[in-house]
């Protein structure tokens, strides 16, 4: 890391000479520093915000599909529920009359014996 100093002057008092003297001190100037690791901070905050993002617009697309997935596999067993019992109620009549024909029959069959 590139350290930054500023310049700082101020007046001191020289014993020896019995007066005031203007001095100049190099110090590190810290604010530039401070300033770039908040640049920096927020930076790195904002990609995290984007990459979570992004991972949670990933997991709506995967559940989405989930649902999707879910949604069509219901709807072709409601489809089929719904040909089976179209197809049992053109099928009833005909067991209606088979029924009927095994009555009869073992009506018939137990006046023999009878």
Known sequence: MQANYKTISSMEFDVLSGTYKKVDKQVEDKSAWLFSQLINSGAEQ??????????????????????????????QS???????????KTQNPVNQAQDEQKQNLTADLLSMLS
């Not at 409601?78 to 049992?88: A, G, T, Y």
């Open 46 to 75: 904002e990609q995290n915000n984007l990459s979570k993002l992004n991972t949670d617009i990933s997991s709506f697309n995967i559940s989405d599909q989930s649902f999707n997935d879910s949604f069509n596999t219901t709807l």
């Open 78 to 88: 409601f489809r089929f529920r719904q040909s089976e019992n179209e197809f049992l």
